[in-house]
């Protein structure tokens, strides 16, 4: 079959592939119908991590069951499902209490697996034809028969439940106004979740126009870092006090700001966009090793992060990988009721084997390009 293959920095190809198969009586394998590109593929697009040639990327993966193995009971063949990006057992200790983003099961001595990434178990990405889903019972999510919604379920598998487990983190509630770094899917996708949660007031940082335009569409309100420091810009539209909440959707790898040599760290500019007690959810990514970090401590993914502001203002932070599995169910079912359209995101759907293409314009944040989705059959 065909799959989307890492070849070196800033390069992967479609190349052919052996087809997955049952390995364990609870596998089932996927027939891909969409696999979305992500931010998160990003980091190993550019070569910032351990990714090696010849590994298929992609987390973000839906589409009918073309077979199970022995030991699966809720889906059979021609079900249609989305997955989970977490790989995760649902019996060990974290599954057990909802935390299916750090299973102690399927990755030993590294909670949490995802398909297609590095560092994060051994299971093949499905950006491809066919992928391998193992405890397909609990990493498959069952969605109504036919085409229909499929971009929206699509954001299902990934951005749709991570932004909303910012909110989560964040505890996001009615009437609140809430801080935003980064209008990158994940961004727009806690924006739209915050909104749904019923917050006041959200701002959306960020300097990509295109991208502030789609935050201002949903009802957000735009923050161009470019301009002037954005915590500044939020403190002065809230009274000189801040935000209630504030959410981290870029994470280590922010751009610097003209004129600044090195850019500051998302994380303080969001603890100085929050007032004094407020609760920061932090899901963009940071890394323990960062290989072409600026200094020596940033190699080490050691960060110059304002643990002393955070002190000084009183405020709480929860941080990482999203729970998929705990929101997914609920908001499948909001897209079903016409309650949430997570799709307006979506700018490209491109057969597979543009992929390579669609890797490049997305790294560069070229505008119209903010969530490509990937068909394997077009
Ligand atoms: P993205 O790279 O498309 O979006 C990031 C956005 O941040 C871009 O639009 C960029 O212009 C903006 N940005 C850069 N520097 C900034 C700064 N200094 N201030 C404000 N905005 C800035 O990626 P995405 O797909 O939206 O993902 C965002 C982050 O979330 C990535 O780090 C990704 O790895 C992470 N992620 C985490 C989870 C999780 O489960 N926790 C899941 C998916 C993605
Ligand atoms: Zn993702």
Known sequence: MKAVVYKEPYN???????????????DAVIRITTSAICGSDLHMYEGRTGATSGMVFGHENMGIVEEVGPGVASIRKGDRVVLPFNVACGFCKNCMAGNTGFCL??????????????????????????????????????????????DDFAMLADIFPTGYHATELAQVSPGETVSVFGAGPVGLMAAYSAMLRGASRVFVVDKVPNRLQLAE????????????DPAEQ????????????????????????????????????LINSVRPTGILGVVGLYVTEDPGGPSESAKKGELLFAMGKLFEKGQRM????????????????????????????????????????AYERFDKREEGWTKVLLKPRQ
Request: aromatic fraction near 8%; proline fraction near 8%; glycine fraction near 12%.
């Open 12 to 26: 992967v190809a479609v190349e052919d592939v052996d087809d997955p198969r049952i390995e364990d009586p609870t």
């Open 234 to 269: 939020i403190r002065e539209q809230t009274d000189g006090e801040g935000t209630d909440k504030g959410i981290d959707a870029v994470g280590y790898q922010a751009t610097a700001r003209e004129g600044e040599e090195q850019p500051a760290l998302v994380l303080n500019t």
């Open 105 to 150: 099961t399927v990755n030993p001595g590294f909670a949490g697996g995802a398909y297609g990434y590095v560092s994060m178990g051994p299971y093949r990405g499905g950006q491809s034809e066919y992928l391998r889903v193992p405890f397909a019972d609990f990493n498959c999510l069952q969605l109504p028969p036919g085409n229909e919604h499929e």
């Open 217 to 228: 569409r949903i009802g957000a309100t735009p923050v161009d870092f470019s301009k002037a």
């Open 318 to 357: 929860g941080t990482g990988q999203a729970n998929v599995k705990t929101y997914n169910r609920q908001l499948r079912d909001m897209i079903i009721a016409g309650r949430a359209k997570p799709s307006f995101v979506v700018s490209q759907r491109v057969p597979l084997q543009r992929a390579p293409e």
